[in-house]
């Protein structure tokens, strides 16, 4: 018995021999594991050698590299901090990790690593910026979409005073009519925006047409069908040309145009290309989507403009019997429409800038003016109003309250511009607003005199929330004034017509 004991002892020393002697030298596995670690955290650091990110993903711009001294010369002590953004948007096959990781979280969590994206359903996306109005967050007032018609109001008699014709059309956000495919987290609201504005224009008299309606419609007949084609692209924000075909005859039928001769073209299947969700999301490549081809891309001439991306477009339709001059203020939405309108119009121009600016199209002496703008921008017609000479009112009031309501009048390029906000707490919620402005001869008369409807304003504040809905906007031509003006602003109060401000001001630099 003690002679196995004392063997087994004798084991017990040789094992803890053993293992003294490898103490401290950790296996080969784990030293390998280490080294390939390691080595894979360098590659995005080691490979801004050679193949850092230099071009930005769409909406996307790189940060500018870190500066240890200001421009003023003294020291930057955000330093750090920018270097750290610096690197976070220039390291090595950034976009190839950042698709990597959106595609374990989209096809497996079935959520997105970037806050523009929402993933939805059965492959769809939509643009984030949406999910808001979509869930019932940041709803407008009743006085902000009045503002909104009553601004398109101004801009429809503005064209009609110069014998256009005059359509004003939303483009729908894409959950608006596909809300089925949200997540079921993202919960849709019982209302929306467009349920304060439709009547709203229909107050006003606005000439609208009502793309939501007509969308709507058209699917239903699809899905009556049997048959598997939606009006929007799957994994893009914007409508597909069958989509963008429905709210082109929308429009031209409101305007008293047919063409049934669309119709009639038997439309092809296109590869299409990568869509702008598509690519937000998967910023090495996503895969082109398929689309539809009517042919109308072959109906037209660019005389302005090589694509229906730009700024500014003018076109030439090659079709002998097109009739009439357009001139459209468009968002990317119209990107499909373009082709539909250049070649149905002789000639046609599109405009993405803003604000609108309708003496472009005064200029242009276009018989028919379009406005499309997507859902999702539609309070700019009330934060940002178009550029046009402010219509003449036939009001007057003797009677004066002093209230905070503020006046400034700048140049804008050959207009005189003149704005401000009424007082809250003292005008009446609903008030009309216009502008008397004045200027004095040498003789201390009165030598021009003029009362203007400016465009109403929903006024932001520095974080871009919604300060208040009385702001007010109107330009005039500035070549016929002095530069010393007197200004007064006629506001309702209790019911009653009143001056609420007067100020004498100086504009011109």
Known sequence: MMDILREETDMAKDETATAGEGKGRPPMAALCFCLVAFALLLVPSVGLLGTATTDGDMNMRLADPPRLTMEDGSLNVNVLQDAGTWFSDHFAFRSQLVTADAALRSQVFHTSNNEQVVV????WLFYGETAGSYQGRGFMSAREADNIAFNLRLMQNHALSQDRAFAFTIAPNKNSLYGQYMPDNYLAASVS????????????????????????????????????????????????????????ESIEGALGRTHDDVRAIKPQLVPGEVGDLDSLLYPAGGTPEP?????AYRGFLYTEG??????????????????????????????????????????????????????????????????????????????DPAIMEAPLANVSTAAVEETGTTIRAIADGDYLQVDGELDAAAVDGDTDIYVRIETT??????AFGATYVPF?????????AVANDLGYRMRIDGERMSDRIDVSVLARVDGTLKEVAHDALSWKE
């Open 120 to 123: 939805g359903k059965d492959g």
């Open 456 to 464: 109403r304003m929903t006024v932001l504040d520095d974080e871009g």
């Open 306 to 383: 090589q694509g229906v991306t730009d700024d500014g477009i003018a076109t030439e339709s090659v079709d002998p019997s097109a009739q009439g001059t357009l001139y459209a203020y468009r968002d990317s939405f119209s990107n499909a429409l373009i082709p539909y309108f250049a070649a149905a119009y002789k000639t046609a121009q599109f405009s993405k800038l803003v604000p609108y600016d309708l003496g472009a199209a005064d200029a242009a002496g276009a018989q028919t003016v379009v406005i499309e703008c997507a859902e999702r921008n539609v309070a700019d017609l009330a934060t």
């Open 193 to 248: 925006n467009m349920d304060l504005l439709k009547p709203a224009l229909q107050k006003r008299g606005v000439r609208y047409v009502d793309a939501f309606s007509a969308l709507q419609a058209a699917q239903a007949e699809i899905d009556a069908n049997g048959l598997d084609q939606a009006l929007y692209l799957k994994r893009d924000t914007h409508w597909n040309a069958l989509g963008a075909l429905v709210a082109f």
């Open 291 to 295: 689309n539809l081809d009517y042919g």
């Open 441 to 446: 001869g040498e003789d201390g008369d009165v």
